[in-house]
């Protein structure tokens, strides 16, 4: 087995496992969040696999170009929802500020 991550794309996700389709197929392996957030990542994103003592973990996607300021944060969801914290205090929910 290879010792060093490599990129793929998602190929199937379901029930926090994940396929990835790389220079070979991954199939259904963990998938690493932060604490307190689950997500399921979408077909054809980009993912990084990481190579462990007993198996293999995807280690998450890789982020695309948001428009975010350095120091603020952004969950998404595929169908548009949004939550960014600003760096002066302020939430957008959906674009709307709070």
């Known amino acids: 087995s290879n010792k060093n991550a490599v990129k793929g794309n998602v190929s199937s996700s379901k029930n926090n496992r994940v396929s990835v389709e790389s220079s070979c197929e991954h199939k259904q392996i963990k998938n690493c969040t932060p604490y307190g ?4 990542p ?3 994103e980009n993912a990084v696999v990481l190579p462990l003592e007993d198996g293999e973990l995807n280690l ?4 695309k170009s948001h428009n975010l300021s350095e120091g603020e944060v952004m969950l ?12 002066n205090g302020k939430v957008l929910i959906n674009g709307k500020e709070f």
């Open 60 to 63: 998450g996607v890789i982020a």
């Open 37 to 40: 957030i689950v997500s399921v």
């Open 76 to 87: 998404f969801s595929k169908g548009g929802a949004s939550i960014v914290l600003k760096n």
């Open 42 to 44: 979408p077909v054809g």
